[in-house]
């Protein structure tokens, strides 16, 4: 099956500090989603991004298809970032299934 | 009121017990997933379903079944529980026309 692959595994930023999460997997995907787990648990919609780039306020994510890699900006971070990221994506003909990287653990602090 | 809704969100049973997770969804969409999340894990797939009538395992089926009892509702089920099924588990939704899943606020499970 595809692989997913996030890097870094952990990560420790000062509030106001920018970051790049990256996430590349193996194949060829229609579908590629970025999440955000708070700390509560819940798996929040950053976007949905198979190619391209998108921007939401601080946020903004960049899939290269060809070269099969995905980034997620983090600008200006703030405590409430804190929690894991994950990217999920599926293959064409695979009903929408998802398959996670093990994600980034984001720590924010003051 | 959340498009996604899971039923209990916490549960904490003994080995040997039957238990079942309710997926509740109003967003009105076909498709419909159940996840786990293990710690310090991504989320995978157990099984999943297109509507009522197809019912497809995913890739950590055993151990498991489900129920679609309705286009809004899709029900987990541990027919014997064992302590490795102790769990995060999500229910997720998508339409047939759209991009992305959604998910819901996840059912924790410790199974003692």
């Known amino acids: 099956g595809i692989q997913v692959e996030q890097s870094p595994p952990d990560l420790i930023l000062q509030e106001g500090a920018n970051s790049t999460l990256r996430c590349n997997f193996s194949?060829?995907?229609?579908?590629l989603q970025w999440f955000h787990q708070n700390p509560w648990g819940q798996l929040i919609n950053l976007f949905y991004?198979?190619?391209g780039t998108k921007q939401n306020g601080r946020l903004s994510a960049t899939t290269v298809a060809t070269e099969r890699y995905s980034l997620l900006y983090i600008s200006s971070s703030q405590t409430t970032d804190s929690g894991v990221y994950f990217c999920?994506?599926?293959?064409?003909?695979?009903?929408?299934?998802?398959?996670f990287g093990t994600g980034t653990r984001l720590q924010v602090t003051l | 009121d959340a498009d996604v809704t899971q039923t209990p969100r916490n549960r904490i049973t003994k080995t040997g017990k039957r238990i079942m997770l309710e997926c509740s969804q109003t967003?009105?969409?076909?498709?419909m997933y159940w996840y786990r999340q293990d710690p310090g894990l991504g989320l995978r797939l157990i099984y999943y379903?297109?509507?009522?009538?197809?019912?497809n395992k995913g890739e950590i089926s055993d151990g498991y079944s489900v129920s679609r009892q309705a286009q809004a509702k899709f029900s987990l089920s541990l027919e014997s529980a064992i302590p490795n099924q102790t769990a995060l588990y999500f229910c997720?939704?998508?339409?047939?026309?759209?991009?992305?899943?959604?998910f819901g606020p996840g059912t924790r499970l410790t199974v003692l």
């Open positions: 999920a994506v599926s293959l064409t003909g695979t009903a929408s299934k998802l398959t």
């Open positions: 194949d060829s995907v229609n579908n």
């Open positions: 991004i198979p190619s």
């Open positions: 967003k009105g969409h076909d498709r």
């Open positions: 379903s297109f509507d009522v009538k197809d019912i």
């Open positions: 997720a939704t998508k339409d047939r026309g759209g991009d992305e899943q959604f």
